[in-house]
């Protein structure tokens, strides 16, 4: 096997308390029973905690975090920069948040910034249901000419989320070609694959995080390989997902307005032989579909969904200081199935 490719989602709602997608997450977290999944970057107080705009030396230690560890991209979601749809209609039912998603493009920007976009590379998530302007999509070719973003056989990787609409993935090709771009285009999937759908406007499946309950770490890891498996069904190129949890308590406890979530019974963050056989999975998974999996990437849930149970960015310890042990497991166990793979 080529050395395999492992990108985590990036999905950064970890912000101030006066943003909008900021208050969601500080009320969340805001309250001893979800207190350590607080990212590191928080800031204890007597009455609590809070989280402060961060500077570009602050974003700069996050992807330090990540390259040490040895994530090889990142996932950027890419929202609109305003609230204009020239280019794509916005879903209506998303309509409420417009005014909102740029607080969500700031992480990917301080990444463009940064000296470290060198070391670790970057691809884009867009959105079927978020209208875009037609200069949201020009700075997205601009971005994919980079030598920090991801490309497969020399074509800009670009994943789609939010319901599969073959007119949106085929406009967004055809004026990517117009600009000489090839986009290599990954549908993301949610919850259980359904086979009967045709997502051939894409060239390859992949999924946003495996949202399953489980009693156990190895049950969720069990369901989300049969998931994987469910998804060679397309026939298209298999970008397969890797899950270090998925726990949505926080959002269930207090719901925000553009979600929801199955109450039901969700498992803890693995510990390093969890981990170890959900690698040895992955591994397996491609070796026994090399056809399909023939890219080498895979995606990790997450790097920073602290409030839907799937982070390997570092959390805030009791004294203060970063919690980095599952990360620090995650980084031993690549570097083990790499060396023996």
Known sequence: ???????????????????????????????????????????????????????PEDYDRELGYAVEAGVDFFAYCWYPDGEEDDFWRNEAEYSFLA?????????????????LREKIKMCAIIFCVHGYSESDIEKLCEAMKEDCYLKHQDRPVLMVFNGYNAEFINKVRSFMNSRGIDPFIAFIGTGSPNVEADYTAADAVTAYASCHGAKSFDQLTKMTFEDNKKRLGYRL?????????????????????????????????????????????????????R????TELAIVFAWNEFEEGGYLCPTLSRDGTPNDRLLRDFAEVKKLFEKEN
């Open 1 to 55: 096997m080529k050395r395999l490719k492992l990108g985590a989602i990036n999905w950064d709602a970890a912000l101030p308390k006066e943003t909008y997608f900021g208050s969601f997450t500080c009320r969340n977290l805001g309250v001893a029973e979800y207190a350590d999944r607080l990212p590191y970057f928080a800031k204890k107080k007597n009455d609590g905690f809070e989280i402060l705009k961060r500077t």
């Open 99 to 115: 005014p909102h998603f740029s607080e969500l493009n700031h992480a990917r920007k301080m990444y463009q910034k940064s000296p």
């Open 237 to 289: 190129k298999n970008i397969p997902l890797l899950s270090v949890g998925w726990n949505p308590t926080p959002r269930i406890a207090r719901p925000c307005p553009w979600v929801s979530y199955k109450d039901t019974e969700y498992c803890q963050l693995p510990d390093k032989a969890e981990l170890k056989r959900a690698f040895q999975g992955l591994y397996d998974f491609i070796d026994e579909n």
């Open 291 to 294: 056809e399909a999996c023939d």
